[in-house]
Each structure stands twice: as structure tokens, then as C-alpha cells.
């Protein structure tokens, strides 16, 4: 029998707001634990929740990048359960009235052929929990609460997706736009995007869905793609034999590549959500969405477009510069003072996305900066190097930041572009490769490329090669 995944994913993603959502603390990472913290964050009695109206801001921009409806009035319940890390007994959510639904989310992908859109269910607003902190040497947890009612929204999908590329796919896009907007800062490894992912499988032409397993906190593209292939095989094993997928949360192990059982999934109605009493309906009026509306950047699309008419780029060299915010920006500052803007988006995808992930850094951690990149490519454009002693130039640069002009000077590379120096190079050398020069006058015009190759062992790689190309064409 032939089985289908269904999976649907959840994201939480962290808002950029400076202070956490129902109190005045910051939201600041790796503060010493529980130095941001005060009697509303961890949940003494009497206290009372004030909401940060930029949350709100932030959810309507999200919103609206993702095609959401934004309702009128929403409203927070109290999610209910038992954590070390949750003081108040219950977390502030959005259950039966979220800020935002009926969304979508286009995810377009060479490996899919074409586009998908993937439908948003949800947008909700809520507060984060606390962290557990185990000290196995001593035995004991320690609690911090610093991440305690730091704003989150929770992305939740509808079950569109039917593989793990395309669960990465729409991932990757989701966390390109929530940066694109300025809402999220993206960091994966510090938790400010992370994803829970529901799978289940059912044979092929079947309507329901199966039994779904829950993957918990995967907080990179790769843990989520891996999971989800494992969960897909674990699943089919379990149905191949007869037997029954059980409704679970399951976590995983990236150092062993599989997942483990957690604990049995709840249902909503363990959570006995209801709706908090402290914090009044939220009415977001049309007016509040115009100015957030007017606050809205590009959008990845957008850009792609725009880059496609005024660099004249493929829509495939499109797609990769607009892939993220950083690169679309390092790219337009590169190409700003440069005549030939395809040449410099050449130079971005190859040279500077090879050394990145050579030295894995961000675009953000690049030793060169798009400034000096811009001045590289100027060398070229002016005629005082060829594409050749630049790569050289740009490998210097990356180790050692210096200008590209001092390189050029230190090492030597500035062109030759001297006419009768070349003329005589050229003439020199076709007297030195009599056969060859015969061979290409008889048709085997493959063999220019070797008179070019002579050249340039000549000058060391320096020689113009548009130059040695037209001397060439006139003696040969
Ligand atoms: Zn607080």
C-alpha cells in the first residue's frame, strides 16, 4: 500500500518588541537569570496584565503579509496547565478568538516545479514560559524567567503540506517574511523561531487523516526536514505491521537522528481554556491597520519582480538574492555605483555566498562589507583588473579586509593592458605554436582558448583579455 504524509506546522516566532507583553520588563537575551522580571511576570496574586499595543502592531503585520483576515475583535484566554516554568498556572493566549485567520502563504521552489500555497488557519498572540535550567552535576533545576511573557505569535498552518522539502520550503519563507517585515529576528538557535510539526499518514486517494503524532520544538531547517522524513518512515512501519499510530508528542534528538516519545498529546479541552478575565476584548479598527499597512516594507515577491525589470536578472538569480532581507540589501549596495548590475549579482551569488559558506557566517558577519565589494567590481569595470586577479583580490579581502586597491598594489595585479606589449606577446607566442596556429587555421577553432591560456601564463593572469582577443583575431 502506498501512504501520503499530511503535516501541518506550527510556528512560534518571537516578537522584536523591546519589552514583554503584559508588563514593562525587557525582553532582552541572555540577561543574567531573572533580572528581567517584576510581580506581573511571575505571576503574583493581584497583579494585573496591561497589554504592549506594539504586539498587537506586529500580529497585524504579519497578518497582512500573509494574506490573513484580521478580525475586528479578538480576544486572550487563559490556556491552563501545570510547568515549573509557568508561575501563574496558565499561559495568556488566544484561543476561540485569534487577532488573525484564513491566510496563506505561496511557497514557490524549484524542487516543487512551480508554486504551492500553503493555507494559514491562524495567527494568534501569547506569552512565552519560562526556562528550566537542569544542573544534573548537582542535581537540581534551577528556573529563570527572564523569557516569561515575552510576546510570541503562533503561526498554525492547515494541513496543505505533503512532504518534508515542502514543509522546508514554506519554513524558509515564512522566516524570510517575518524578517523582510522587522517582526522577528529570526534566531533560530536562541528560540526566537521555532516550529512544531504534526504529522500523520493515510493511503493515498483517502480522505481522512490519520493519526498524527506531534513534533516538538525543532529549531532548525534541517532538524524539521530531517524529523519529519524519520516520522514519515516511523509511521509507515508502524501501519505496514498491522498496527496503530498512536496521538502523541514526540521529541527529537539531532545527535541521534530519531525521535522519542514525550508524552500522550491533550486535546484542547485538557487545557480548559476561558477567557481571561484581566484583559479586556481587543477592537483593531480599520484605522490601525491602514498605518501598520503603511508601514509595510517590499515583500519578497515584490522584490523578485522589481529585480527581474531593473537589473535584468533571471528569475532564478532573482529568487536567490531576494531569499533574504541581508542579501537583497547587500546586493542592491553592492550593484548601486556598478554599470553592469547582472555582473554584480554574478559576483554576490558566487564569490561571496561560496566564501560564507566556507567560513560559515552570516551576510551580516561578512569580513567584506558591500562597500568594498562595489569597489572591487569598479576595478574591474574601469580596466585596471581582470575577473581573474579579482578573485584573487576578493579571497585577500575576506582574509584580511584590506582595501582592494592596496591588494591590487601589494600583489601586483593591475592589468596589462598595454596595446603593443600584448601585440608582441601574441606574436611571440604564435610563433612558438606553429602547429597549433596551423591546426586553427584548418578549423579547429576549439584551440583560441589555448592561445589565451599562453597569454595569460605569460602576464601571470594579468593580461586584458578583451584586448588579447581582438589581437589575436587580427593575426591569426
Ligand atoms: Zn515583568
Known amino acids: 500500500m502506498q501512504f501520503e504524509p499530511v503535516i501541518g506546522l506550527e510556528i512560534h516566532a518571537q516578537l522584536k518588541t523591546k519589552t514583554k507583553i503584559f508588563c514593562s520588563c525587557s525582553t532582552e537575551f541572555g540577561k543574567s537569570p531573572n533580572a528581567n522580571t517584576c510581580p506581573v511576570c511571575t505571576g503574583m496574586p493581584g497583579v494585573l496584565p496591561v497589554l504592549n499595543k506594539q504586539v498587537v502592531s506586529f500580529a497585524i503585520k504579519a497578518a497582512l503579509a500573509t494574506h490573513c483576515t484580521i478580525n475586528e475583535e479578538s480576544r486572550f484566554d487563559r490556556k491552563n496547565y501545570f510547568y515549573p516554568d509557568l508561575p501563574k498556572g496558565y499561559q495568556i493566549s488566544q484561543y476561540a478568538m ?23 488557519t491562524r495567527i494568534h498572540m501569547e506569552e512565552d514560559a ?40 514554506y519554513l524558509r519563507k515564512l522566516h524570510a517574511i517575518l524578517k523582510y517585515i522587522d517582526v522577528c529576528d529570526g534566531n533560530m538557535e536562541q528560540g526566537s523561531f521555532r516550529c512544531d510539526a504534526n504529522i500523520s499518514i493515510r493511503p493515498v486517494g483517502q480522505k481522512e487523516f490519520g ?3 506531534e513534533l516538538k520544538n525543532l529549531n532548525s531547517f534541517k532538524h524539521v526536514e530531517k524529523a519529519i522524513l524519520y516520522e514519515i518512515k516511523r509511521q509507515t512501519y508502524i501501519l505496514e505491521e498491522g498496527r496503530e499510530v498512536v496521538q502523541e508528542t514526540r ?18 479541552h485538557d487545557y480548559r481554556y476561558f477567557p481571561d478575565p484581566d484583559l479586556v476584548p481587543l477592537i483593531v479598527d480599520n484605522e490601525w491597520i491602514a498605518t501598520v499597512e503603511k508601514q509595510m516594507p517590499e515583500l519578497p515577491g515584490k522584490k523578485r519582480s522589481r529585480f527581474i525589470s531593473q537589473y535584468d536578472l533571471t528569475g532564478y538569480d532573482a529568487e536567490i538574492l531576494t531569499s533574504s532581507i541581508e542579501l537583497a540589501d547587500y546586493f542592491e549596495e553592492t550593484a548601486f555605483p556598478l554599470k553592469d548590475k547582472k555582473q554584480a549579482a554574478n559576483w554576490v551569488m558566487t564569490s561571496l555566498l561560496g566564501m560564507l559558506k566556507t567560513k560559515k557566517l552570516s ?21 585596471s583588473i581582470n575577473a581573474n586577479a579579482a578573485k584573487t583580490v576578493f579571497e585577500q579581502m575576506a582574509e584580511t579586509k584590506k582595501d582592494p586597491k592596496t591588494i591590487v598594489k601589494e600583489k601586483g595585479l593591475e592589468q596589462v593592458s598595454d596595446q603593443s606589449e600584448l601585440e608582441s606577446m601574441v606574436l611571440q607566442t604564435l610563433k612558438e605554436n606553429p602547429s597549433e596556429v596551423n591546426a586553427y587555421q584548418g578549423g579547429k577553432t576549439k584551440l583560441f582558448s589555448f592561445f589565451m591560456g599562453q597569454i595569460m601564463k605569460k602576464t601571470r593572469g594579468k593580461a586584458d583579455p578583451k584586448i588579447v582577443t581582438k589581437i589575436l583575431k587580427i593575426n591569426l
Open 130 to 169: 519560562g526556562k528550566l535550567i537542569h544542573d544534573s552535576a548537582r542535581a537540581r533545576s534551577l528556573v529563570d524567567l527572564n523569557r516569561t511573557g515575552v510576546p510570541l505569535i503562533e503561526i498554525v498552518s492547515e494541513p496543505d503540506i505533503r512532504s518534508a522539502q515542502e514543509a522546508g520550503a
Open 251 to 268: 521529541l527529537w534528538d539531532p545527535a541521534e537522528n530519531k525521535s522519542f516519545s514525550m508524552r500522550g498529546k491533550e486535546d484542547a
Open 211 to 213: 493519526t498524527r503524532a
Open 98 to 120: 485569534p487577532i488573525a485567520e484564513h491566510g496563506h502563504l505561496d511557497v514557490d521552489s524549484m524542487a516543487l516545479g512551480g508554486t504551492k500555497s500553503i493555507g494559514i
Open 363 to 383: 551576510i551580516g558577519q561578512s569580513p567584506v562589507s558591500a562597500g568594498a565589494f562595489s569597489k572591487l567590481l569598479l576595478l574591474i569595470e574601469d580596466g
